[in-house]
């Protein structure tokens, strides 16, 4: 993941920490009396919340835009970088769940949301706004850009909703927890809770092609045999057989309006698979009368299917 959105803030500012941007000996007016933070990150916790209110008192005195309102914001994020290294641990190994270096990322977003929204004058501590938009910030990443498949805001709320009753639940009950016992606890309806369910299984996929790591029905298998088959191998195909069914109902009725000779033609023909010749000499017709009589009934039956 690269770091674009606030590249102006993590970008190594061109005013030295020495606090004289002017470039020359001198200390510019500015920047005047503010402490020399060479390593903003390493500020111990004390240290970076005195340093912060200090530099939060000067960069209300500065106009947004310039080079001193820069080095003054620049080094309050650093100085608090820490925040957000704080606020990403609850989400480190979360499974399908973005490297720990990109939430930190993500939640630098947050903490400079928060520096550009602080107001000294309120007398509360940044960690108080900080930390809701770091966390917020990390929560809205997670959301977007972890799930497998894009559902609704709502439906993804709700899956965390149901993950924590279905926890709840078990342990209450000893039980895995019914659609109609999560919908009691939750105050919904069992179709909004299915509708939860199953748009939990947006949230991560398989492929196809990974190998099954059990054997199925419970009977034991070599390893290689389990390797050899993939996911895809096991899962079931459409039987062309099940083509047939739709015709064969919408069929029934229109063989019923068949005369005796015809339907026996028929049954010889496709239940018994009976040549032609071997039809007339089983019915008394020849094989010419059999090709003719065929052609008509199946000519007939296929108009009155098409148009049925």
């Not at 480190?92 to 973005?98: A, I, L, M, N, S």
């Not at 019923?256 to 698979?273: P, T, V, W």
Request: one cysteine or more; proline letters at 6%.
């Amino acid at each position: 993941m690269t770091f674009t959105a606030t590249a102006e803030a993590m970008t190594p500012t061109t005013i030295p920490t020495t606090a004289t941007p002017s470039g020359g000996t001198g200390e510019a007016p500015a920047l005047g009396g503010l402490p020399d933070v060479p390593c903003p990150r390493e500020l111990s916790t004390r240290d970076a919340r005195e340093l912060t209110r200090i530099f939060f008192e000067r960069l209300q005195s500065l106009e947004e835009g310039t080079r001193e309102y820069q080095y003054v914001r620049n080094t309050l994020i650093e100085m608090n970088i820490s925040l957000v290294q704080f606020a990403a641990r609850p989400f480190r190994d979360r499974p399908g769940g973005p490297e720990t270096e990109d939430i930190v990322q993500v939640g630098i977003i947050g903490l400079i949301k928060a520096i550009d929204r602080y107001d000294p004058e309120r007398n509360t501590q940044l960690t108080t706004l900080a930390l809701p938009y770091i966390t917020g910030e990390i929560k809205r990443h997670f959301r977007d850009t972890t799930w497998a498949v894009r559902v609704p805001r709502r439906l993804q709320e709700l899956r965390l909703e149901l993950a924590k009753a279905t926890e709840e639940l078990t342990a209450e009950t000893d039980h895995a927890p019914t659609p109609s016992e999560l919908a009691e606890r939750l105050d919904l309806t069992e179709d909004e809770v299915r509708q939860g369910l199953l748009a939990a299984n947006g949230y991560s996929t398989q492929s196809l092609d990974v190998p099954q790591d059990g054997a199925a029905g419970g009977t034991q298998v070599s390893a290689a045999a389990r390797t050899a088959r993939s996911l895809a191998e096991t899962m079931g195909d459409i039987d062309p057989a099940l083509e047939a069914v739709e015709d064969r109902h919408a069929l029934a009725p229109l063989l019923a309006d068949l005369d005796e000779r015809s339907i026996q033609i028929l049954e010889l023909r496709f239940g018994q698979e009976m040549t032609q010749a071997e039809i007339g000499a089983e019915i008394g017709l020849s094989q010419m009368q059999v090709s003719r009589l065929l052609t008509r009934t199946l000519g007939s039956l296929r108009e009155e299917l098409l148009h049925a």
